[in-house]
């Protein structure tokens, strides 16, 4: 996927400019010595920091946080989905029989467009997605089963067969049912490409997960930055540039730290209430919806983390490897509302002294867990019944996850 389209696009600034950037806002970091909290100077090779006050150092850094704003969810407007989980708000004007032709939004009207390939685009919708549209194009209800291409098209009609392309003015489709044809972009609602065509390249090397105030989701590599802009590379193609003022969060991934949604739990136990089993789910909650808790800045919508319902217990083998445990933790925003739940994170089978946790319930928003594991072999997370038994006891575990000592070494090189 990447290699068809790595040379072919301009840098990509999303400063227009001439435009005078304020100082970069403050941002809460979650580095392998623990938080801490500052505005950006610079980032340079390793993730390494430089902040108001000393420099973290390269392979430390976990997560930045923008202070006092939540975490937005994916944008409700058109959007172009890539085939590795990236979605970017914007319009899609077009393109030829190799690439869809893609303004991001908040590059403004006047921008050097995307153009991005055929085989890197997972979906992508002219109108805004309906409001109960997945995450995941693969579960999109009008794809179909997933192996052939589809157009939904704004009378909610769907096509299933080949798209050969786009011009400005259409889209090049054909079907074993009906001749070939050019669907006018007017009457065209979103498109789901064939997944068995993509062609993902996996990072391997240390980078970085951007979100943005849009709710745009960004994978970036070659990540740098001074004190006004963050740069970064994407799999798609374009040299991004962002002002800090845009971002809400950025995690780095393949770093010190690594999601319990990527682990498999040793043990696991459900124990429905009554005859109805809510099984435990990783990066979405027990019912299948985006991860959200609500916090001081309102409701944040986190990608990755655990569901879990009550009552659930999930161990999960350690072996003295890391250094710490870290979590938001409470009940779900939308599904949670009237829930009341126990919950209970132990080492080595020891219950650990948060008090806060204890009894779940919507005035206790989002509760910060920050657990030394040093000297532990297993971590017990177990959500229980509260005093009205299971009902909504909808308990997310957002951005749960691992840290251990840094992979990158002292001067090490980000890719």
Request: net charge neutral; aromatic share 6%; hydrophobic share 45%.
């Amino acid at each position: 996927m990447v290699s068809a389209l790595v040379w072919l696009l301009p840098v990509l600034a999303l400063v227009p400019p001439g435009t005078v950037v304020p100082a970069a806002p403050a941002f809460e970091a979650s580095t392998v010595a623990g938080t801490a909290v500052g505005r950006v100077k610079s980032l340079s090779g390793g993730f390494a920091i430089v902040w108001d006050d000393p420099a973290t150092p390269p392979g430390e850094l976990v997560a930045l946080r923008r202070v006092g704003r939540a975490i937005p969810a994916r944008p409700r407007e058109p959007v172009v989905v890539l085939a590795n989980g990236d979605v970017v708000a914007g319009a899609t004007l077009g393109g030829d029989a190799n690439r869809v032709t893609f303004r991001p939004r908040i590059l403004g009207p006047r921008a050097e467009p995307w153009a991005v390939p055929l085989t890197a685009v997972a979906a992508a919708w002219l109108d805004a997605p309906d409001a109960d549209t997945p995450a995941e194009p693969g579960r999109y209800s009008w794809a179909g089963d997933g192996k052939r291409d589809a157009i939904l098209l704004r009378t909610r009609d769907v096509l299933r067969g080949g798209i050969d392309g786009l011009t400005p003015e259409g889209v090049r489709f054909k079907s074993a049912d009906r001749p070939a044809e050019v669907v006018p972009l007017g009457r065209v609602a979103a498109l789901a490409f064939d997944p068995t065509l993509a062609r993902v390249r996996k990072v391997k090397t240390v980078h970085a997960r951007v979100v943005l105030a849009d709710g745009s989701r960004l994978t970036l590599t070659q990540v740098s930055a001074d004190a006004a802009t963050l740069t970064g590379v994407s799999p798609a193609g374009p040299r991004v540039e962002v002002g800090w003022a845009e971002v809400v969060a950025l995690d780095v991934l393949n770093g010190p730290a690594t999601s319990l949604a990527d682990l498999t739990p040793k043990a696991a136990e459900v124990t429905p209430f009554t005859g109805l089993s809510w099984p435990w789910r990783a990066d979405r909650s027990v019912r299948g919806e985006p991860l959200r808790l609500r916090g001081e800045s309102g409701v944040s919508t986190f990608d990755r983390g655990l569901g879990l319902h009550s009552r659930t217990r999930l161990t999960y083998d350690l072996a003295g490897k890391y250094r710490r445990f870290e979590a938001g933790v409470g009940l779900d925003a939308a599904t949670g509302r009237r829930g009341a739940a126990d919950v209970t994170i132990l080492l080595d089978g020891k219950p650990a002294p948060l008090d806060s946790l204890r009894r779940l319930s919507a005035a206790t928003g989002t509760v910060p867990v920050s657990l030394d594991t040093t000297s532990a072999t297993e971590l017990t997370l177990l959500v229980d019944y509260g005093p009205g038994g299971d009902a909504q006891d909808d308990v997310n575990f957002a951005d749960a996850r691992l840290i251990e000592s840094p992979k990158i070494p002292a001067g090490g090189a980000n890719p």
